[in-house]
C-alpha cells in the first residue's frame, strides 16, 4: 500500500513536471511568433514607407524584389515570396524543419504585409529626402529582423544562402552575406542608373546591421575591464570592491620572458562607473594597465538578475 502511494505521487509529479515544462515551451513559442510577426510588419513598413519610393536597396533578397519590382513590375511582396520560398526548399535539410518553418512563415508575413501596405492602405512615401529614407528605411528593416531574428526566423534568402555556401566551401557566413550586399548594390546603381542611390543602399546596408546587432544583443551598458601590472594588485581589488561595487577576477601569473610576476583584474562594471575605476586605478598603481572593451552582451545568473 505504502509502495502503491509513493509510485502514485510519483507519477503525479510527473505529470506536473511536464505540464510546467509543457506550459513554459508555449509561452516562449508564443513570445517567439510575437516576435516573428512585429518583425515582419516593421520590416515592410520600412520597405514601402521610405526605401522603395526612394529607390535605394536593402540588403539581400529583399533589395533584389525591390530592384525586380522596378523591371517587372509586380508587387514588392510577391517578388519577396518568390524569390525567397525556393531557397527555403532547397535548404531544409542544412537549416533544419523547425527553423525553415519559422522562416517560410516570416517571408510569407512580410509578403503580405508589403502588398497590404502598399496596395490595400497605400502608405504614401514618408520621405523623398534620400537621407531621411535611407537611415530611417534602415532602421525599420533592422528592427523588424532583428525581432524575426529573436524568434528564431530567417527574414530572406540571404542568410539561408550564405548557409548553404558554408557547408560546402570553406568561406564564412559574414564573408557570403557581404559579397550578397555588394551584389545587390551593384545591380541597384546599374538598373536604376545611378551611383547615388547604390551609395545610399550601401548607407541602408550598414545601418540595417547596426540595428540588427542592437535589437539581438543591447546597447552595450557594461565594458570589461583588463588590469594588468607587475605591482601586486590584491590591494586594488578590494578597493574596486568596496569603492565601486563590483566583483571581478584576481589572476597570478608571469610575463612573457618568465621574468617578472604579473598580476591581472579581470572585471565588468557599468559604462557610467568607468571614470571612477580609472580614477581610483591611477591613484593606486600609475604603472597599471587597463584595457577596456564594450560587453555586447552578458549571460549568467548574476547578470540576468540586474
Given at each position: ?50 526605401l522603395s519610393p526612394n ?62 501596405l502598399s496596395e490595400f ?186
Amino acid at each position: 500500500m505504502y509502495l502503491k502511494s509513493l509510485v502514485s505521487i510519483q507519477i503525479l509529479m510527473d505529470c506536473f513536471n511536464f505540464a510546467a515544462l509543457y506550459a513554459y515551451e508555449m509561452k516562449k513559442e508564443f513570445f517567439n511568433y510575437t516576435y516573428i510577426i512585429i518583425g515582419c510588419a516593421f520590416m515592410a513598413f520600412g520597405v514601402v514607407g521610405l526605401l522603395s519610393p526612394n529607390s535605394i536597396a536593402m540588403g539581400g533578397t529583399g533589395g533584389l524584389a525591390i530592384i525586380f519590382n522596378s523591371i517587372f513590375k509586380l508587387s514588392i511582396g510577391i517578388l519577396f515570396a518568390m524569390i525567397n520560398i525556393p531557397l527555403l526548399l532547397v535548404s531544409i535539410k542544412y537549416l533544419g524543419k523547425y527553423f525553415a518553418l519559422k522562416s517560410t512563415i516570416a517571408i510569407l508575413l512580410t509578403s503580405l504585409f508589403i502588398d497590404v501596405l502598399s496596395e490595400f492602405v497605400q502608405l504614401p512615401a514618408l520621405s523623398k529626402e534620400p537621407l531621411l529614407a535611407t537611415l530611417y528605411g534602415g532602421v525599420a528593416v533592422g528592427t523588424g529582423i532583428g525581432f524575426i531574428f529573436k524568434g528564431g526566423g530567417s527574414a530572406g534568402g540571404g542568410t539561408i544562402i550564405a548557409r548553404i555556401v558554408t557547408t560546402k566551401t570553406s568561406l564564412k557566413t559574414g564573408t557570403v552575406i557581404l559579397i550578397l550586399d555588394t551584389v545587390v548594390v551593384i545591380t541597384c546603381g546599374i538598373v536604376f542608373n545611378s551611383i547615388e542611390l547604390a551609395l545610399w543602399s550601401m548607407i541602408s546596408i550598414f545601418t540595417t546591421t547596426k540595428m540588427i546587432d542592437m535589437i539581438l544583443t543591447g546597447r552595450p551598458n557594461e565594458r570589461v575591464i583588463h588590469i594588468s601590472s607587475c605591482n601586486s594588485l590584491e590591494p586594488i581589488g578590494l578597493l574596486i570592491n568596496e569603492k565601486i561595487g563590483v566583483s571581478g577576477t584576481l589572476v597570478k601569473g608571469n610575463n612573457l620572458g618568465l621574468t617578472e610576476n604579473k598580476d591581472m583584474i579581470f572585471v565588468t562594471v557599468p559604462a557610467n562607473r568607468l571614470n571612477a575605476l580609472k580614477q581610483l586605478i591611477n591613484a593606486e598603481d600609475a604603472t597599471a594597465k587597463m584595457i577596456v572593451m564594450d560587453a555586447s552582451e552578458l549571460l549568467g545568473t548574476q547578470f540576468l538578475k540586474k
